[in-house]
């Protein structure tokens, strides 16, 4: 009885102090499930915007498909003949998106006519957000004050069930 006191009083704890972490993003990392059928410009306009930096990641069935980058025109036409880099090895493939421009992808197996094909335009990161005014500097503080409180209730909370 006493070791599931303990464990539910940690579990408590973790949970205060998760809530008291800033919220985080990991918006770097784009998953691209490369297959055929698939209208990519329709996925381009949902997944985006795409900043220099970014990473995207294909999969796809090995054997069954490729990621070919192109120039525009081998992108206009489905022709993998001047690829600029091709990757069919494995199941998956990461590739960053390390300039502010316009990349071209296809799969060289023979559905591209039929929309296997990405372009993805990417852009600079905007700039990072102004300071915050007085307002948003006591609303932060008025957050930063209610984990320190749910946190002093979890451990009180957790301090009782161990007499108990």
Not at 45 to 71: C, I, M, R
Request: charged content about 15%; glycine content about 6%; some cysteine.
């Amino acid at each position: 009885m006493e070791r599931r006191t303990a464990a539910w009083a940690a579990a408590l704890v973790a949970l205060a102090a998760c809530a008291a972490l800033p919220a985080t993003t990991t918006a770097n990392k784009i998953s691209v499930n490369w297959m055929p059928n698939t209208n990519y410009t329709v996925w381009e306009q949902t997944h985006g915007p795409f900043y220099k930096g970014d990473w995207l990641v294909f999969y796809y069935t090995s054997g069954q498909a490729d990621v070919v980058e192109v120039n525009e025109s081998g992108y206009n036409r489905c022709d993998a003949s001047n690829a600029i880099y091709n990757y069919s090895k494995g199941r998956s493939f990461a590739f960053e998106l390390n300039q502010t421009k316009t990349y071209y992808f296809i799969c060289s197996f023979g559905y591209c006519p039929g929309g296997m094909k990405l372009a993805i335009k990417s852009q600079k990161l905007p700039p990072p957000s102004p300071p915050p005014s007085a307002h948003d500097k006591s609303a932060a503080l008025a957050r930063a004050h209610a984990g320190v409180v749910l946190y002093a209730a979890v451990a009180a909370l957790a301090a009782l069930l161990r007499v108990v």
